[in-house]
């Protein structure tokens, strides 16, 4: 069975690839780990392909590797340091052993909705951000929209009460681990691969997604539901290294973070009605999507929010009143 799923995999990737790169064009391999269908990262990582391969022919040449095909998250940034993938865009849940910046975005309930997180990443504090990694060697290069956080589980989740007791795959973020500790859940950090077969055979008993994601992964199969939380968000970096992007000629940088710049503008714009558009095959498909009452959803805020309090050293209480003032 692995040689077959090879065999599958393989030939998946022969088929994405299907303008070859020519001798002499400088080879850009972009690994990430979502479906490229209704999603906001697969779709602007096809759109930035397409647009290189034909606005930078015979200059530059990108080879997209999505669903986790080359790398999962967990080893994509040391392959880049290595030099053996230029571009990947992993959710900012994932660069805690680079930076701890980013943990403002995962912290629950701080932005109410993807325009704040917008205008947050547009701040000048959420634009020198991009450069929190460079002495590490990686270089962010811009932030990709993906969406608001659900919640779904094997049972029907209404009030905190409902997760307390139970297993739920996080992203390796310690933020996202004290958020279930506050719920008096156990968190388990999981490569995204792996989750639904850790949902489907009990290994975990729920996690926490966009739309987009739980569509993808096809995570609503195997759940009781999702409850409509909105509690998160899933954001994205844009990351090379620093060697890489010092290694280009400067007109063929300036070409390609143009184009880089206009995809991000113009997908960023449509990541909300993506996820609209998951929900709803969601829903077609039959999932059950539970929607909270005002009161329930108060609760969610109430056990979740304490977390900020331990992170605050972290993010800088500036950052906290900046994201809030955003959201008002
Ligand atoms: C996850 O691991 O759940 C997400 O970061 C996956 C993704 O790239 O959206």
């Given amino acids: 069975a692995t ?7 393989a030939a998946g990737a022969a088929t994405a690839q299907e303008d070859a790169c020519d001798d002499g064009e400088i080879v850009v391999k972009f690994a ?12 602007a990582a096809e759109l930035l392909k397409n647009r290189v391969n034909e606005e930078m022919d015979g200059t530059m040449c990108m080879e997209v590797y999505p669903n986790s095909t ?9 392959a880049m340091l290595q030099g053996d993938v230029q571009l990947a865009a992993p959710s900012l849940s994932k660069f805690e052993t680079f930076t701890k910046v980013f943990r403002i975005f ?3 309930f701080m932005f109410k909705n993807i325009d704040a997180v917008d205008a947050f990443q547009a701040s000048d504090a959420g634009q020198s951000m991009l450069d929190s990694m460079t002495r590490r060697g990686l270089q962010g290069l811009a932030y990709w929209h ?3 956080k659900q919640f ?3 049972v029907p989740l209404l009030t905190p009460d409902d997760a307390a007791g139970l297993k739920f795959r996080v992203q390796p973020s310690d933020v996202l681990v004290a958020q279930m500790e506050a719920l008096d859940a156990s968190p388990q950090p999981m490569a995204f691969s792996e989750v639904y077969g850790a949902l489907q055979t009990g290994v975990v008993d729920g996690q926490e997604n966009t739309w987009s994601n739980i569509w993808g992964q096809k995570f609503f199969e195997v759940q009781d ?8 968000i899933i954001d994205y970096l844009v990351v090379t290294s620093v060697d890489w992007l010092d290694s280009l000629e400067p007109d063929v940088r300036d070409q390609f973070l143009t184009i880089l710049g206009e995809v991000t503008t113009a997908r960023n714009a449509e990541s909300y009605e993506v996820n609209q558009e998951a929900k709803q095959s969601i829903i077609d498909a039959g999932g059950e999507v539970r929607q909270l009452t005002p009161e329930q959803r108060q609760q969610w805020v109430d056990a979740m929010k304490p977390v900020w309090d331990q992170f605050e050293g972290d993010v800088g209480a500036e950052n906290i009143e900046a994201a809030q003032s955003i959201n008002e």
């Fill in 106 to 108: 995962d912290l629950p």
């Fill in 152 to 154: 779904s589980a094997n």
């Fill in 225 to 232: 539901g999702i409850t409509e939380t909105n509690h998160g």
């Fill in 146 to 148: 993906n969406g608001m």
């Fill in 70 to 78: 080359l790398y999962n998250d967990d080893q994509v940034l040391e």
């Fill in 32 to 43: 990430h780990v979502t479906n490229t269908d209704r999603h906001p990262k697969g779709i």
């Fill in 3 to 9: 040689t077959a799923i090879a065999l599958v995999m």
